[in-house]
């Protein structure tokens, strides 16, 4: 198959071509197989539909290895409120952070099953400039000197 310009299309690339005309401009970030952002000057240098796009990889990659590693208490997307230089960009924060209607156990045997009734000052302005919380990943007993109970990478 023949694509405008002369270029051959395999089907694979024909049937995703199509789907993201649909879908409204993915292709270029899709096809390239951008790597997910590592770094904050480059998920703030990323352009919005980018940001969607490796927001949906950052969630599979956490599905796909969290269960070996155990780093998330609770993975619950939150939708952004605000618009902001921070929009689309995904972050985790430590069980030790006040999130309304997330664990909340401090990393603690004693809070175990504590759900949140606030959100802490970091959370209500993270959302306001348009960051999308991810959820809760593990810390120590309060955030105190023992490791969390995940492997460390070495």
Same mark, same amino acid.
């Given at each position: 198959?023949?694509? %405008? ?22 292709? @270029? +970030? =899709?096809? *390239?197989?951008?790597? &997910?952002?590592?770094?904050?000057? %480059? ?5 919005? /539909? ?11 990659? &956490? *599905?796909?290895?969290?269960?070996? #590693?155990?780093?998330?208490? *609770?993975?619950?997307?939150? $939708?952004? =409120?605000? *618009?902001?230089?921070?929009?689309? &960009?995904? +972050?985790?924060? $430590?069980? #030790?952070?006040?999130? $309304?209607?997330?664990?909340?156990? +401090?990393?603690?045997? @004693?809070?175990?099953?504590? @759900? ?5 000052? #970091? @959370?209500?302005?993270?959302?306001? /400039?348009?960051? &999308?919380?991810?959820? $809760?990943? /593990? ?12 492997? %460390?990478?070495?």
């Amino acid at each position: 198959m023949t694509y %405008q310009g002369g270029s051959r299309l395999d089907r694979r690339a024909f049937l995703f071509e199509g789907f993201a005309t649909a879908v409204g401009g993915a292709t @270029i +970030y =899709a096809r *390239q197989q951008t790597p &997910i952002p590592e770094t904050l000057t %480059q998920w703030l240098d990323a352009p919005t /539909q980018m940001r969607k796009l490796t927001l949906r990889r950052c969630l599979n990659r &956490i *599905q796909e290895r969290d269960p070996s #590693i155990h780093a998330w208490v *609770q993975v619950s997307p939150r $939708k952004h =409120a605000g *618009q902001g230089p921070l929009s689309g &960009i995904p +972050y985790g924060v $430590k069980d #030790i952070v006040e999130t $309304k209607g997330l664990a909340t156990e +401090y990393g603690s045997p @004693i809070y175990k099953g504590r @759900i949140g009734t606030s959100d802490a000052e #970091i @959370i209500r302005e993270m959302s306001e /400039q348009g960051a &999308i919380l991810l959820g $809760k990943t /593990q810390t120590t007993a309060f955030a105190y000197a023992t490791p969390a109970p995940y492997p %460390q990478p070495t």
